[in-house]
């Protein structure tokens, strides 16, 4: 079964352009490395909440636009060993590629698929 990797940030709506610049690069590099896909999806529809949200939880600031992403791998095992690899390429190393969004805020995880249909 597949295995996903899933993020949300905030990110400056100024930045857009940029961000979407840093994705396209940077899923070049997940892909060589053993990622199946990777989607960014920039906020269009995301109300903030009372109790919780995704504008909450990466502490969204007027100026600024969530985005919400995920890396579909084949497996765990081929997760693990790409994303060792991706976090050591050059390509994707601060001053090569550096974030356009304050990656503190950034919320990630790994997760096993359960269901697809």
Known sequence: MTYVDGFVAAVPTANREQYIKHASDAAAVFKEHGALQMVECWGDDVPDGKV???????KCQPDETVIFSWITWPSRDVRDRGMA??????????????????GKRLIYGGFEVVVDE
């Open 52 to 58: 919780t949200s995704f504008p909450m939880a990466v």
């Open 85 to 102: 690899k991706v976090m050591e390429d050059p390509r994707l190393q601060p001053d090569a590629n550096p974030m356009p969004f304050d």
